[in-house]
DNA sequence: TTGTAAGCGTTATCAG
DNA sequence: CTGATAACGCTTACAA
């Protein structure tokens, strides 16, 4: 077809019968333009199909209006749910989410923040993997700014949104406990991140306050399967758990199905359950599962409030990170309530 | 700190002690550069921290590597799954995702599409909703190339990627019968796009050829919730269903959830339910769920592959879509098998 | 308010 | 193989 296929300033300024510089600034928030040379622009501009090249506007202001988010297991339920509210609340401040894919490797998190910066990417945002510190430090001195969420790094550079894993599972022993539970377990995945970490610890910690042990079992990945798996492992004990704490609402879906359908535990007759992140699963009838609700509005407003402060302010009155608490949401996957 | 925080290629030739042609060559695939050149120039880049600017690159060859995801409801698991699937795929071929979210209104995807003109994406890849034809010829107009996933449109543009729905639907009633089923039922959300209204024919006429009638329910949204509203309806009928066919497999969890808890109805024995995607929940043993594979990593696949093909061809010889099968994954939701 | 001109960081072209 | 030079499309002093 036409080899120069995209409309320049160029062609609208000639058209309107104007500077190429008029027809910048008639696209840019703040300049100065009469209104008569701006209707003649804007109506030569979609006359033409111009739209303002965005690749070589932040060329030019150093400031490309992309953000990266740089995420592993997206089509899991929590994942995309956080992908849902960052890209909405990005576009909102007038934004634009870059999405990398880091499935294939550990390593694969550095690669995607080198990506972030040939695009030169305002920001970045981790959901997933933890990068390496010499990265992080390219990035930052690149004029990158980082936000890592639920990675619960002590960085300094980052913008860091946590939650209080560990509070939040400590309250989960009281509930148990009220429930008229005695023999608790904690069933948890292999990956051995620091979220998942504060929660078996916290929940093991509080218990221990009031003098009770708990049987933990670790398990393979963070999913439905090894929910299934560690059910087989905790339930099959001489001294069978009768409540339970799994990690993440998806263990806790694999673990409540291989109870019932398996070894035919009423939930929460002879067994309670609890899960974490309080997916849209949790809510479904077959488990009412009583779990924590990651804010995933409040974490994405957060970031993106973050990202708009002006990076100029002095860094050392910058917050660096900030904690949000997960509210419990009952059901009726425990006893009581 | 620092006010030019990027490092350029002008930088490194300079360090290095060559031109800045150099530089650039190094750095592009198919360029010749001596070894010692080479070594030098990666050494001085390596210490600065440098990184090709794409932004620059794309406004140089006028094709950025950026591919748009326009997408809505992405937090379901079907959608989240596919984006996954393309995402990967897309950085295998050398290219990155910008993912655009249009739950908040319909013209949002106009607006989407608008966005990716503006930062001059080589495609658009469209998972839900539909574009203007105005703003599809714009995009062409513009060089971009559009993909339909799903959207089952005569449009002559883009790129169409859709599944046989209807054949699939038609295959399903061929199976209900081998169950002994004969009072069948479509459970549908209103949202009345054209693969679900494809399913919903699909399987009416399948049952017409055959002398049987069919019970279409429309309500709500494409959502667990619709599926519960939609069991309610069709369960209460005095000439209650004995096999019912949910238009998504999350339709068809709030069916069955419903249909056991609420109404005490056993699954397969009483009644028979199949759904459409097989999202990981599908295959729960909550559910079992006789459903049809939605084939995520083929639909990538035939987009990147198609993105990747000159576009210089002749648009003639182009093709301009293709139809996959949706193959029936058998679970224990239906009798028999 | 407007136009002119310089520069952002690349890559392609073309001599050498 | 290498280096100078001209684009690419934009914004923004600066001068009119």
Same mark, same amino acid.
């Given at each position: ?15 309107? /019968? ?7 600034? &008639? *696209?840019?928030? +703040?300049?100065?333009?009469?209104? !008569? &040379? ?43 749910? $956080?992908?849902?509210?960052? &890209? ?12 990398? #894919?880091?499935?294939? @490797? ?10 972030? %910066? ?8 981790? $959901? ?27 960085? !300094?550079?980052? *913008?860091?949104? #946590? $939650? ?23 069933? #948890? ?5 620091? @979220? ?6 916290? *929940? %093991? ?5 009031? +003098?009770? !042990?708990?049987?933990? !079992?670790?398990? /393979? ?33 694999? *673990? ?18 609890? +899960? ?13 599962? &009583? ?19 002006? /990076? ?21 996957? %425990?006893?009581?309530?």
């Amino acid at each position: 077809m036409s080899q120069k296929p995209f409309v320049s300033a160029q062609e609208v300024a000639e058209r309107a /019968g104007v500077s190429r510089s008029a027809v910048s600034r &008639t *696209f840019t928030p +703040g300049a100065s333009v009469s209104p !008569e &040379t701006r209707r003649r622009v804007v109506e030569a501009a979609d006359a033409l199909g111009y739209h303002v090249n965005h690749l070589a506007r932040g060329l030019m202001l150093s400031e490309s209006g992309i953000v990266c988010l740089i995420v592993s297991d997206m089509g899991t339920p929590y994942r995309s749910s $956080l992908i849902r509210a960052v &890209t909405q609340q990005l576009q909102d401040a007038g934004k634009i989410a870059m999405l990398i #894919n880091t499935d294939r @490797s550990d390593g694969s998190v550095d690669l995607a923040l080198r990506q972030a %910066i040939r695009y030169r990417a305002d920001a970045s945002i981790i $959901l997933s993997g933890m990068p390496d510190k010499s990265i992080t430090q390219l990035c930052l001195k690149n004029g990158q700014r980082l936000v890592l969420i639920n990675r619960d790094d002590d960085q !300094e550079g980052p *913008f860091r949104i #946590n $939650l209080d894993d560990a509070a939040a599972a400590g309250r989960l022993v009281t509930a148990f406990l009220r429930a008229g539970c005695r023999r608790l377990a904690f069933a #948890n995945s292999e990956a051995g991140t620091p @979220s998942l970490m504060a929660r078996e610890h916290g *929940f %093991i910690a509080a218990a221990k306050a009031i +003098g009770l !042990e708990v049987v933990v !079992e670790r398990y /393979g990945p963070t999913g439905y399967e090894s929910g299934r798996v560690l059910a087989q492992r905790l339930l099959t004990q001489s001294e069978r758990p009768d409540a339970v704490f799994c990690a993440t609402d998806l263990i806790a879906c694999g *673990f409540m199905d291989a109870a019932r359908h398996q070894f035919s535990i009423a939930i929460p007759g002879q067994l309670c359950v609890a +899960g974490f992140d309080d997916i849209e699963q949790a809510a479904w009838s077959s488990y009412e599962l &009583t779990t924590f609700a990651q804010p995933v509005e409040a974490i994405a407003r957060e970031a993106v409030t973050w990202l708009g402060k002006d /990076g100029s302010d002095d860094p050392a009155e910058r917050i660096h990170s900030v904690r949000l608490n997960a509210d419990l949401v009952w059901r009726s996957s %425990i006893r009581g309530g």
